[in-house]
């Protein structure tokens, strides 16, 4: 029942801009787009989410265009630290189900 | 400040016998309460998802169970457990409707089950 579609990995260098894209082709009006970071055996940690146009926060944007169809999280200057697995949701949240896809590994390098 | 805990952090169970794991969430009232599990090296898989007590929507038929005694503790189970269990649990809570940061997901540490 997964709705998104990402890369499945993803490598990149220290200070680098790391963008990830996530399809999500049957995004409904209600839905919001999510963003997770995960690292090994934790629970996923919280990115950013956002409706439309571009949202930023102090670790993140998001950029989402009009038709909504896609979306892509972007990283500035990525440290050894980020790396981790990246999940990106669709979901009504406060009906919220929600199902994650398969994520996309991140491999920043030195 | 909300906090959820879940337990046990990690077990060994052999194939058939019977699993409870255990999450409790504080500093919060009438949560959305989720059960994933993750197997090696893959994705979150929904299993069970409650909005309230004794309400516990199913998502893949299998041999676990999930109770909701309280408003904030949710309960996976199971009476027999096959190989295929093995994976690493996790809890997570998010906030009903009008709240605040409503659509995020907070999760508990995992439980890693190893079935064998």
Request: aromatic letters at 12%; glycine letters at 8%.
């Amino acid at each position: 029942l997964a709705k998104t579609t990402q890369p499945i990995s993803m490598d990149s260098y220290e200070g680098q801009e790391v963008n990830i894209t996530c399809s999500h082709n049957n995004i409904a009006t209600n839905d919001y787009i999510t963003w997770y970071q995960q690292f090994p055996s934790q629970g996923p940690r919280f990115i950013i989410q956002g409706y439309k146009t571009k949202v930023t926060n102090e670790v993140a944007s998001l950029f989402i265009p009009a038709d909504r169809k896609s979306s892509t999280l972007s990283l500035p200057r990525v440290s050894l630290s980020d790396t981790a697995v990246y999940y990106c949701l669709v979901g009504d949240p406060p009906f919220g189900k929600f199902y994650f896809g398969s994520g996309t590994k991140l491999n920043v390098k030195p | 400040s909300q906090t959820i805990h879940q337990w046990p952090a990690t077990l060994v169970q052999p194939v058939g016998s019977p699993l409870s794991l255990e999450c409790t969430v504080e500093g919060t009232s009438n949560p959305n309460l989720y059960w994933y599990r993750q197997a090696a090296g893959r994705g979150l898989q929904l299993l069970f998802y409650s909005v309230g007590i004794g309400q516990i929507s199913s998502e893949v038929p299998q041999n676990l169970s999930a109770s909701r005694p309280q408003d904030r503790q949710f309960i996976l189970s199971s009476k027999k457990l096959l190989l295929s269990d093995s994976g690493f649990y996790l809890c997570a809570w998010s906030v009903q409707r009008g709240g605040p940061n409503t659509g995020e997901l907070f999760f508990g540490e995992g439980s890693r089950l190893t079935v064998l």
